[in-house]
């Protein structure tokens, strides 16, 4: 019998149940689009946009363009990469999101994000 095959039947399928969602697809709703209305809406929602690009839950094909004002992720970043990395750093929420109403993503809400956008932010 080879062990390692044996180690992979046993420990393959429990490791894939601890990583949630590992492997599934990722959709825009309800995954990514649920995180995003409880976290972002104040801000990038109808009622609080300031910024006609920072609209991306009234028109989420805003998430596959370049930001028209790249100061947080650089010219080369869409706005769906640049999410992920201001979340990553914490530059949002401004003042953190401990204070912000929406509380803090959590990790699994973060990685579907991430993995949504990795896979090509099919909406």
């Not at 019998?1 to 492997?23: D, R, S, Y």
């Not at 805003?62 to 990395?85: E, F, H, I, M, N």
Request: some cysteine.
């Amino acid at each position: 019998m080879n062990v390692k095959g044996f180690g992979w039947a046993v420990l393959g399928p429990a490791l894939l149940l601890a990583c949630p969602g590992a492997g599934e697809s990722v959709q825009w709703a309800p995954d990514v689009e649920r995180s995003l209305i409880r976290h972002c809406a104040g801000c990038h929602g109808s009622s609080g946009c300031t910024v006609a690009w920072s609209c991306f839950l009234d028109e989420p094909e805003l998430l596959l363009a370049q930001p028209t004002s790249p100061a947080y992720c650089g010219d080369s970043a869409t706005a769906g990469q640049c999410a992920v990395r201001t979340i990553e750093s914490d530059t949002m929420p401004p003042g953190g999101c401990v204070t912000h109403a929406g509380g803090c993503m959590s990790d699994v809400e973060l990685s579907l994000l991430r993995r949504w956008v990795e896979s090509g932010m099919r909406l």
